[in-house]
């Protein structure tokens, strides 16, 4: 269902396993994912009885979610045809921020302290008496990718916050339910972890440190780095299976954003889905594992990996989301090449069409995969940054498109 982003590689990578695949979109695909080449052997659902029959007469063996969209209609087709999937009475808690942490709370799981509201008038009373205090994060419940997701230091912010967050609709392209998350400014080390669950049984494939730049206001994600998992405190690996068992993950792939605090790791974000943004061949050559090959493993073979398959790193494999600082512009014809020069470059994507200011994850204009030893990967980190900042000098990665526009005036 929906795949989109880290999703769009399964249908090649499962028919090359031999395995028939039938792509299904939710509904036309938005904006967000213009870029994507998308599975010619797509259709769209549109509650569609005639594909319903069709993939009964078809007999499928799995039905997945390939990007967020997919998640809800995923469980609602593996429940219908009696496959192995996730309870769509609880999907809501696994697409909808405000349900998920409601649902943690209830269950006396770790979750950062929040409120959600309908309007920023009803804030200011409902911050108080949560004894919430700045600065605040202010996110819309239902989107993904750091959308309109803002840090707040003053009420006035957190106001304007919450009138864009209830905005028609989110980066999808989907109509928001009219409900935005205020939750409390977490401090410590944030992770990503991605999994793979089967009957219940979770395995963890990968973890990543983020590193985050605040732009606008806006967490904006800027370096991650894979974490060997033999290295990561036993807790944290115990609390990401009980987030798992609490909001109803029994299947499939899930991603998870969390910090780890003074009082403990705290979940921040939720996905039932493939990470977004990742090169799994890049992903599975460093690591020596990854959540995409998981899954097409569990959806072929029926299994998960064994224990000591997980992901071990002897070297630093980093990813660089890159950062475009000017309103407008595009990539230089060489930007490409130059960024593959540095040593220890090993992947990249970078989009096609013409870019706009980096503020979320949905405006970075592309991320590039680095491995190699810890100090080399730092300098060419370094040097992205610098090529990054730089739009006016001719080794940059850019061009702004307003000081050209200036110049032909």
Not at 156 to 177: C, K
Not at 203 to 223: A, G, Q, S
Not at 226 to 247: F, G, H, M, Q, R
Not at 360 to 367: A, Q
Request: proline residues 5%.
């Amino acid at each position: 269902m929906d795949a989109f982003t880290t999703g769009r590689y399964l249908p090649e990578a499962l028919r090359e396993r031999g395995v028939e695949v039938r792509h299904i979109m939710s509904k036309q695909p938005s904006d967000y994912f213009a870029e994507e080449q998308i599975d010619p052997h797509s259709q769209v659902w549109q509650n569609n009885s005639t594909v319903l029959m069709e993939l009964k007469e078809w007999s499928a063996d799995s039905v997945v979610a390939g990007s967020e969209t997919g998640v809800e209609l995923a469980d609602y087709l593996a429940s219908t045809l009696n496959l192995d999937g996730n309870d769509p009475r609880t999907s809501i808690v696994r697409r909808d921020k405000a349900e998920l942490h409601k649902t943690l709370r209830d269950a006396n799981v770790a979750t950062p302290r929040s409120v959600v509201v309908t309007s920023a008038a009803l804030a200011v009373q409902m911050i108080e008496e949560a004894h919430l205090c700045l600065p605040l994060i202010v996110k819309p419940a239902r989107s993904a990718g750091s959308d309109r997701v803002r840090r707040c230091s003053t009420r006035q912010a957190v106001d304007l916050a919450i009138t864009d967050a209830l905005a028609d609709t989110n980066l999808f392209g989907e109509r928001t339910n009219g409900m935005v998350v205020i939750q409390e400014f977490l401090e410590g080390v944030e992770f990503a972890v991605n999994t793979v669950s089967k009957n219940g049984s979770h395995f963890i494939c990968e973890i990543w440190r983020h590193n985050k730049r605040i732009i606008d206001n806006r967490p904006v994600y800027d370096v991650e780095h894979a974490v060997p998992i033999e290295s990561v405190n036993e807790e944290l690996i115990e609390y990401v299976k009980l987030i798992l068992d609490t909001v109803g993950v029994r299947y499939g792939a899930a991603h998870l954003e969390l910090f780890v605090t003074e009082r403990g790791p705290v979940l921040i974000d939720f996905g039932a889905r493939l990470s977004g943004g990742m090169l799994p061949q890049v992903t599975e050559s460093f690591f020596g594992a990854s959540q995409f090959t998981a899954l097409v493993n569990l959806l072929c073979a029926g299994e998960l990996p064994a224990p000591q398959l997980q992901g071990s790193i002897h070297q630093d494999l980093a990813i660089k989301n890159l950062i475009f600082p000017y309103e407008k512009g595009y990539f230089t014809p060489t930007a490409n090449e130059r960024i593959s020069h540095l040593s220890s470059v090993v992947g990249m994507h970078l989009n096609k069409s013409s870019l706009k200011r980096t503020v979320d994850l949905p405006s970075s204009p592309g991320y590039v995969y680095l491995a190699g030893p810890t100090e080399k990967v730092a300098d060419d980190i370094e040097t992205l940054r610098q090529w990054e900042a730089c739009c006016d000098d001719p080794d940059s990665l850019f061009a702004n498109m307003a000081e050209a526009n200036a110049t032909a005036c």
